[in-house]
């Protein structure tokens, strides 16, 4: 049933992000992008069936979703919180690792607004798992954030904090205030056409000569059972698409793809993503179009910077020195993100994210040398940062 935002807004400062004031922990949270405040809006809450289970989906086939209660979703300002009992989502809408991709609809009547969006979340913990409990029973489940990096990490997010996005809200396509009060559902997903695009999933620094005669060498590994989140993208007329929410995605094709280490001073890491375009309708009238990822082809590629120049991330707070000989690989540290990594602008005239953990299944490498002993991260040193890149022996003297 739909229910109005305003109905936790009195507790929703006090209550801890892993528990809503129904008991339900929180999947995700998020804020419009404008000022109108949610007190008055109307959700609609969806669960999509795992890639796994449309795979062989065909164009004009209706896609099954699951309609979800609305209850514990709060509201306070312009931001919002959705809970979810992980006991409403049957096994069959949970995917790989724990993934379940829900759909978000808001609509404001007072404005004729309306917001779409997706987010992926992980279910973790089962009795004695170790993850925060809720207020129902001291062995439930709970939601984590995909890009927390294995089941420890995922721990951690229960814990600590849920996704969070951002979506826009603006006037609302014909038939969407009929939807929302209508107390049949007569809406439907349809998949419409798919498309697949190179998504860059990583960069690779190796350091100049220096005072050597060779560059250093990187390189990525991309293993079985593998996570990158995709951007995903709403349409209202068809026409112009923007970029709202996300899909993670488990690299479930069976295969493992190391990259021969490589001396390129600029290289982007690329897999290819296959989206589903599908079309939302409610009693005829189409609500929206929408573009997600659901799987990766297997395909993956390097793509070598031709011009420009490397980053200079040179910094004594952010780097590290006189390294032994070896092997530096990385398989942790702050989420790497690509705002523009899904290169899908010749089908939506837009780019979409991507974002990844690093973990022993993702990861950064660098061949450690005399020559090539120091490395550097794009905010932190590089245990910490998204970003690393390797630089020539004694640049520590050029600081």
Not at 33 to 39: H, Q, T
Not at 139 to 168: D, H
Not at 234 to 250: F, L, T
Not at 294 to 318: D, F, I
């Amino acid at each position: 049933m739909l229910t109005l935002g305003a109905c936790a807004v009195a507790g929703l400062v006090n209550v801890p992000v892993s528990q809503a004031a129904t008991g339900d922990p929180v999947a995700f949270t998020g804020e419009i992008d404008s000022e109108i405040p949610l007190d008055r809006a109307l959700f609609t809450l969806r669960a999509d069936l795992p890639a796994t289970q449309t795979a062989d989906l065909a164009d004009g086939e209706e896609v099954e979703m699951l309609k979800l209660p609305t209850a514990g979703i709060s509201t306070s300002g312009k931001t919002f919180s959705v809970a979810v009992d992980p006991d409403d989502v049957p096994a069959r809408y949970v995917g790989s690792n724990g993934l379940v991709s829900l759909e978000l609809e808001i609509y404001d009547p007072t404005t004729d607004s309306y917001a779409w969006t997706t987010q992926s979340v992980r279910l973790v913990g089962e009795a004695g798992a170790g993850v925060a409990q809720t207020a129902r029973s001291a062995s439930a489940k709970s939601w984590a954030n995909p890009l927390a990096g294995g089941q420890a990490g995922a721990v951690r997010s229960a814990m600590s904090g849920a996704p969070k996005v951002t979506v826009r809200l603006d006037k609302a396509p014909k038939g969407v205030k009929n939807a929302f009060v209508s107390r049949a559902d007569t809406c439907r997903t349809t998949k419409i056409g798919q498309n697949d695009a190179w998504a860059t999933i990583g960069e690779g620094y190796p350091a100049a000569p220096g005072y050597g005669t060779t560059r250093g060498k990187a390189w990525m590994t991309h293993r079985n059972g593998a996570e990158v989140t995709y951007g995903a993208a709403i349409s209202k007329d068809g026409h112009k698409w923007s970029a709202s929410g996300s899909a993670a995605v488990a690299n479930t094709k069976s295969f493992d793809f190391t990259w021969d280490p490589d001396s390129h001073p600029m290289m982007s890491y690329r897999t290819e993503v296959r989206y589903y375009k599908y079309q939302y309708d409610c009693g005829g009238v189409i609500i929206n179009r929408k573009l997600k990822a659901v799987s990766e082809t297997g395909g993956v590629k390097t793509v070598r910077a031709t011009s420009g120049l490397p980053p200079r991330w040179l910094s004594r707070t952010k780097c590290t020195f006189d390294m032994p000989a070896g092997t530096w690989t990385k398989t942790t540290g702050k989420t790497y993100s690509n705002s523009g990594g899904v290169k899908i602008s010749t089908v939506i005239g837009i780019e979409l994210s991507t974002a990844r953990a690093y973990t022993t299944g993702s990861t950064l490498s660098y061949k450690m040398d005399a020559g090539h002993d120091s490395l550097c991260g794009n905010t932190d040193k590089p245990n910490y940062a998204s970003k690393v890149q390797q630089y020539y022996n004694r640049i520590q003297e050029e600081l």
